[in-house]
């Protein structure tokens, strides 16, 4: 079992930045890639971007390419997002998921995290 933590969501104005971290703990060493998704009101669970563990490649959504960076810390077991120049678009709550394709679709994602609250204003 992998046990997701997140933290860093919060209120802001449009164009503002904000950093979202994602802790794992439990069988980390079985996570492939981690990721990030979100979903705003109404509306499906969208993929956000994915980093692949031990390697570090990253695939980002066309929404958020050029704004968004994913990272981690091996050695803290943490994934984070920084978020710039952010959009009312992106308000949403934003979940962190791991799993062993990543692949850009929650349904083959093994573990979540119970999500933060990002809401921009315009």
């Known amino acids: 079992q992998v046990r997701l933590v997140e933290s860093g969501g919060g209120l802001l104005q449009a164009g503002g930045s904000l950093r979202l971290s994602c802790a794992a703990s439990g069988r980390t060493n079985s996570i492939y890639a981690m990721a990030w998704f979100r979903q705003a009101p109404g509306k499906e669970r969208e993929f956000v971007t994915r980093?692949?563990?031990?390697?570090?490649?990253?695939y980002y959504a066309d929404s958020v390419k050029g704004r968004f960076t994913i990272s981690r810390d091996k050695a803290k077991n943490t994934m984070y997002l920084q978020m710039n120049s952010l959009k009312p678009e992106d308000t949403a709550v934003y979940y962190c998921a791991a799993g062993n394709l990543g692949v850009t679709s929650p349904a083959e994602y093994d573990y979540w995290g119970q999500g933060t609250q990002v809401t921009v204003s315009s």
């Open positions: 980093i692949i563990w031990n390697g570090g490649m990253t």
